[in-house]
């Protein structure tokens, strides 16, 4: 070969293994790069509105979560989950973001605004640039995660509000997110829904892609909130589930009365069988309240687990709705508790020191053994709207003696006032069953026959 064609080859070489040096060290970098976000879309075609991920269908089969744990939430068939903030004082949005999508999960990312109620005024120029400012660098941190599914802005921003401007705040937000994302829709949730919010929302908030309605035993008139709105837009039912310690009967001295574990899970079913699944034509899905447990009322009122982490007959309800079947080992069933026969609806009355029996049946489905735990609380004195902190009310002490099938004998508090009886049946398994009697105590009390 002559001198120059060995030299041109011997040049050719060198160039094609620094092309493939090139290429291979470009393939290094992509894979290393952050997978790009998720792109969703609100579709509307044949007169319903679908949400799509990827171009994929992708109906909300959701939970709301502060702490709760992400693989059960999976394992039961969820496939999303809202917060109420970016960063929970638990975890950053980051280490949310990062175990959701460990876990093959969507983040529907809620970004707290200020509330009227709380003192936000939104006839502050300087309060609302000083926020605007704020949202802006949350939106830029987590707009690019792949598990982000959509943007939540504001929750119940109605409650208590009198100022409109609110929603022309929210609505400059929007559209500034829209500019910097294209890829994720944005929302705001509300407490129910009536034809004055439906008019303020689409003469002041335009830039919403759907809303998020929030109801619990008023669910059951949301066909016709959104008809009495001529709301015909998309939604996500954004907060659902047991009757709503403010909707429940009360006693004589006003204390709600709560529904057992058993009773909320049939409702769970019932509702949304009724009025979410139901609505395919604008409901995208639902956020199912709440996957934990917080108190709130009682420390079992609206947490689909107590808070030793067992799992409730709400959880096995969820798995149903979410998957068509019951899971392999479910909770235990529970009725209503009883004080000496009588019903929490008869405003029972006890005086100070006596003795009483409590009872209540239960059963566990799979046979499993069944054990029980008692416990008095006070009556919780907080009186808070809209999911506000409440501090867990002090445990009495009194005496107490276990008698057969779970029953006790119990001797009343000897402090008048106003007292909760708590029970929780567990299986061994994971798995519990709960339910709780408000009773009163007064010193010279004679109880009704």
Known sequence: ????????????????????????AGQIALAGAPPAPADVRIVHADGRYQLRVNDQPFRIQGAGVESGSLQQLAAHGGNALRTWRTDNGIESGTALLDRAQANGLMVAMGIEIGRERRGFDYDDP?????????????????????ALLMWVV??????????????????????????????????????????????????RAPALDLIGIQLYGDIEHLPEMLKAAAWTGPYIVTEWGPTGH???PTT??????????????????DRYQRFIAADQRQCLGSFVFLWGQKQERTPTWYGLFLESGEATAGVDAMHYLWTGAWPGNQSPSIAPIRIDGRAAESSVVLQPGRSHEASVEAADPDGDALRYHWTIMRES??????????SVPDVVSTSMTELADG?????????????????????????AAYANFPFAVEPGHTAAK
Not at 133 to 139: F, K, N, P, S
Not at 175 to 200: K, N, S
Not at 381 to 386: E, L
């Open 1 to 24: 070969m002559p001198a120059v064609a060995a030299e041109w080859v011997c040049d050719w070489r060198a160039r094609l293994g620094a092309v493939l040096l090139l290429l291979g």
């Open 126 to 146: 300087s309060a609302v640039a000083r926020q605007f400012a704020r949202v802006r660098a949350e939106v830029l941190r987590y707009k690019d995660h792949p």
């Open 154 to 203: 504001g929750n119940e921003l109605n409650l208590k509000s009198r100022n409109p401007k609110v929603w022309n705040a929210l609505n400059n937000i929007a559209r500034w997110i829209h500019q910097v994302d294209p890829h994720h829709p944005v929302m705001t949730t509300v407490a129910g829904f009536d034809a004055e919010l439906g008019v303020l929302l689409k003469a």
């Open 246 to 248: 403010w909707e429940a």
């Open 252 to 269: 004589a001295w006003g204390a709600p009365i709560e529904d057992d574990s058993t009773r909320k899970a049939q409702r769970l079913v």
């Open 381 to 390: 004195a907080a009186i808070t709207i809209g999911g506000d902190h409440e």
């Open 407 to 431: 029953s006790i004998r119990f001797e009343a508090p000897t402090k008048a006032g106003a007292y909760r009886l708590l029970v929780s049946v567990h299986d061994g398994h994971g798995h």
